[in-house]
C-alpha cells in the first residue's frame, strides 16, 4: 500500500460511516497508477488514527469523477455498504452538485433528460439515443453581469460524467471541462482557477445504514461560490 501524504477533509466518522472531501485530481479508487486514490487514503487513515494491524475494510458505495471534487460517503462495515449500495440503487441517497458555466438557460428551473452512452475505449460519454436515460433536476441559483451562471443540481440517475455531458450538450459546458468542453473553457477569468473543474458534490443526504436510520445532511460549498457573494 502506498503511503500517502495529505489527509482529506473529514466530515463525520464513526463505527459503519466516513465521509470525506474528495479533492479535485484524486482518484476514488485505485486504477493501478501511482496516482492517489480516496479508497487508499482513507484506509491508511484509519490504520493509523485506530492503529490496526492488516488489511482495512472500506466499502466504495459511490464515485466521483477524478477531476470533480467534494463529498463522499464511505462504508467502514458490510452491512452499512451492503445497505448504503441499497439505498443508491433505489435512490433514495440525494446527491446535489455545485456547477458553473458561462451562459445558462432562461428558465431558472428545470430538468433535463437525454439517452446517454459511453465509449469504453476513450472514456467519454455522449448524447446519441442509443444508451441509457439520464435524468437530472437543476435550479439556477446565481447569475452575473459578465455571464458567469451558477448551478445547484440534483442527480436523477448517476450516469458517468452525466452533469457534463448533458451541460455541454445544451452550449454550457463546465468552466474548466477540459474533456467535455475545451473551446469555451480556457484561463483567465476570475473563477477559473488552476484549470480546476468547476464542478463540485456539495449536498449529500442519507439514511444511516445501522440503528435508527437517521437522516444524515452533509452540505459544503467550493470556493468558486464566491464569485456570487457581492
Known sequence: MKKSTVIPEILYEDNHLIVAIKPAGVLSQSDGSDRPDMLTILKEYIADKYNKPGEVFLGLVHRLDMPTAGIMVFARTSKAA???SEDIRNHKVNKQYYAL???????DKGVFKDILSKDGE???SRVDHSGKLSELAY???GRTNDNLVLWQIELITGRSHQIRVQ??????????????????NRPGHRAYSQGDLCLFAG???FRHPVGDRKLMRFEKKPDFVAVFAN
Open 139 to 141: 435550479n439556477i441559483i
Open 82 to 84: 451492503s445497505r448504503l
Open 101 to 107: 458555466t458561462r451562459g445558462g438557460p432562461a428558465a
Open 167 to 184: 451541460l455541454s450538450h445544451r452550449g454550457y459546458p463546465i468552466l474548466g471541462d477540459e474533456k467535455y468542453g475545451p473551446d469555451a
Open 203 to 205: 449536498i449529500l443526504e
Open 122 to 124: 476513450t472514456n467519454i
